[in-house]
């Protein structure tokens, strides 16, 4: 502004011609016409950046929550498929070891009836062909010690069995009389 516009407006509030311009009013109300329009408008330019700026920081921090939550549950997913996988293959393996045992305990009678054959009548036994006995009484151990009744007891008529005709060759003393039956 020039010096002499401000001298000129000096004059007129001295003059008090100033206070009665009409122009003067509109002009102070256009003032604050523009003023609160800018106010409100800066007001809700700053109310929406700061909402904007805390939307981000809690979407920043939900984004952290929601990962630190599937990394959890991958883990609790992870563990439960180990455990189920570890109790299927459990029972697989025991399955699979409950049918070697019915065949080693179906397989007793008939290498009884040998044993007893050879230990009555002298007859040789294939040295190859072992006695099941040891592998029932293995895989009753690691598989199924809840059988371990069941299983002395078929170990306890084995051993009657396997030995009665031994002692029943030895008390009848067989070996004279076969020979005896030859001559």
């Not at 809690?58 to 563990?79: S, V």
Request: negative net charge; proline residues 3%; charged residues 25%.
């Amino acid at each position: 502004m020039s010096e002499t516009l401000i001298r000129e407006i000096a004059e007129q509030i001295l003059r008090e011609e100033i206070l009665l311009n009409w122009q003067f009013y509109l002009l102070v109300l256009a003032m604050m016409l523009i003023g609160t329009i800018a106010s409100t408008f800066l007001a809700s330019y700053i109310r929406k950046r700061a909402e904007s700026y805390a939307t981000k920081a809690d979407l920043e921090q939900l984004i952290l929550q929601l990962r630190a939550t599937t990394e959890a549950a991958e883990e609790i997913k992870t563990a439960i498929s180990h455990s189920d996988w570890s109790i299927r293959e459990w029972k697989t393996l025991r399955r699979v070891k409950l049918e070697e045992l019915v065949e080693s305990v179906y397989a007793v009678r008939p290498w009884l009836k040998k044993e007893i054959n050879a230990c009555i009548f002298d007859d040789p036994m294939d040295s190859e062909e072992n006695s099941p006995m040891w592998k029932i009484e293995l895989i009753s151990h690691l598989y199924f010690p809840e059988l371990t009744g069941e299983i002395n007891t078929l170990k306890q008529t084995y051993w009657i069995a396997a030995y009665g005709g031994f002692v029943f060759r030895k008390c009848c003393n067989l070996p004279e009389l076969m020979s005896q039956s030859e001559k």
